[in-house]
């Protein structure tokens, strides 16, 4: 079954680590994206990828960092530097602009303490 | 920069019946793409509808319609027989479709609660 897949559902860190999300999708789909999902303000965009080795920060790219060295993969790293990591965060891909659906990914739940 | 605004943030609705979802934006652009996604408690996104902004039809999927007013900036979701399968929150979302940036931006999404 084509999709796109998160792991793991759930995260737990400390305070002070760095912490990386897998995103994976074999849709054969050329663009790559992260939104962030907080209680009451819906979902907004981190980072963008529309082709390999190559990304763009999105609205609220600050204390986050990404890498694009695969079509399948875009993994997120939450830094230290990010004031506030505790959230949910979605993986999205799509086709590429010709074809504007984006397909979602069921999201890691990620707390930190 | 571009803004999705959804001003109800419950709506609810009898079983059966009919329910609109209200969805305005504002964009300088004049070529883009809007979407409703449904998240149930799984909060899975669900992509339910799409609308293209050089079309002046009216999108339709089965129990779900839009009406786009493109002068108004006014993009609302109706849903027709509401089924219990429908209860989630609903965002509506905007997308560029030339250069520039790339990414959907979101409303804030309304819960809709169906009721038995």
């Known amino acids: 079954d084509g999709g796109i897949t998160q792991s793991p559902k759930y995260l737990f860190r400390k305070e002070g680590q760095n912490v990386t999300l897998s995103c994976e999708q074999n849709?054969?789909?050329?663009?790559m994206y992260w939104y962030r999902q907080d209680p009451g303000q819906g979902l907004r965009l981190i980072y963008y990828?529309?082709?390999?080795?190559?990304?763009q920060k999105g609205d609220i790219a600050e204390g986050y960092s990404v890498s694009r060295e695969k079509k399948e993969s875009f993994p997120l790293t939450v830094t230290s530097a990010q004031k506030n990591p505790t959230a949910f965060y979605l993986c999205a891909s799509s086709i590429g602009r010709a074809r504007n659906e984006q397909y979602f990914g069921p999201g890691t739940r990620l707390t930190v303490t | 920069a571009q803004t999705v605004t959804q001003s109800q943030p419950e709506m609810s609705v009898q079983e059966a019946e009919t329910v609109t979802l209200s969805c305005t934006y504002d964009t300088s652009e004049s070529d883009y793409y809007l979407f409703w996604y449904k998240q149930p408690p799984s909060r899975q996104m669900i992509l339910v509808i799409r609308q293209e902004a050089y079309k002046q039809q009216n999108a339709t999927e089965n129990r779900f319609s839009v009406n786009f007013q493109k002068a108004a900036k006014s993009f609302s979701l109706k849903i027709s027989d509401s089924q219990l399968g429908d209860a989630a929150m609903y965002f509506c979302a905007y997308r560029n479709s030339g250069g520039g940036a790339d990414g959907l931006t979101f409303g804030k999404g309304t819960h809709l609660i169906i009721q038995p």
């Open positions: 990828s529309q082709i390999v080795n190559d990304f």
């Open positions: 849709l054969n789909h050329d663009a």
